[in-house]
C-alpha cells in the first residue's frame, strides 16, 4: 500500500501546501479523477475549518498521510488545535432564512457527503482525523462510491 506523508503550517498557505501534495500523490497512484475531486474538496473543508477555528490564528501544524490501497483512497489528519470531533457537530440549519441561520456547519455536512467514512479519535494532545473514500472502476471506466456489496 503506498504512503505518503507530510507536514504543513496550519495557514491557509499549509493547506494549499497539502492539497497540491495530495493531488501528486493522487496522480502518481493513478487515482482517479473523480475520487480526487470529491476528495480534495472534502480535505480542504477540513483543513480549512482546522485553520480557521482550531488554531484560530495560533501556529500550528498539521501533518497528512495519504494512503491507496486501489480500492481506496485515505488521509489521516493530525493536529493540536482543541478537542474537536467534526462527527458530533450539530447539523446545520437549512430551512429557516439565512439572515436567520446561524453560521456553520454546512462545510463539515459537505465533507461527510462527500466520503465513505470520517473516523475521530482524541489521542493526548491532538485530533486525529481519518478520511477514507471507496473507488471502484464501472464500465466506461468513472468512478462511484461503492456499497457494501459491491466490496
Not at 482546522?50 to 493530525?78: C, M, P, Q, Y
Not at 493540536?80 to 439565512?98: I, K, Y
Not at 494532545?125 to 478520511?131: A, I, T, V, W
Request: proline share 7%; glycine share 10%.
Amino acid at each position: 500500500m503506498p504512503i505518503a506523508s507530510l507536514s504543513v503550517p496550519g495557514t491557509t498557505a499549509g493547506v494549499s501546501r497539502a492539497a497540491a501534495a495530495f493531488d501528486e500523490f493522487c496522480r502518481g497512484e493513478g487515482v482517479p479523477a473523480d475520487a480526487r475531486w470529491r476528495f480534495q474538496v472534502a480535505l480542504d473543508e477540513i483543513l480549512s475549518n482546522i485553520v480557521r477555528h482550531g488554531f484560530d490564528g495560533r501556529d500550528g501544524s498539521i501533518a497528512l498521510t495519504f494512503a491507496h490501497t486501489g480500492r481506496s483512497v485515505s488521509v489521516e489528519v493530525v493536529d493540536g488545535a482543541p478537542a474537536f470531533d467534526p462527527r458530533q457537530a450539530p447539523a446545520p440549519d437549512t430551512t429557516s432564512p439565512l439572515d436567520l441561520r446561524r453560521p456553520g456547519g454546512l462545510g463539515i455536512k459537505f465533507a461527510q457527503d462527500l466520503l465513505d467514512e470520517l473516523a475521530y479519535e482524541r489521542r493526548g494532545d491532538e485530533n486525529h482525523l481519518k478520511l477514507t473514500w471507496h473507488v471502484r472502476p464501472d464500465a466506461a471506466g468513472a468512478t462511484s462510491r461503492t456499497t457494501d456489496g459491491d466490496q
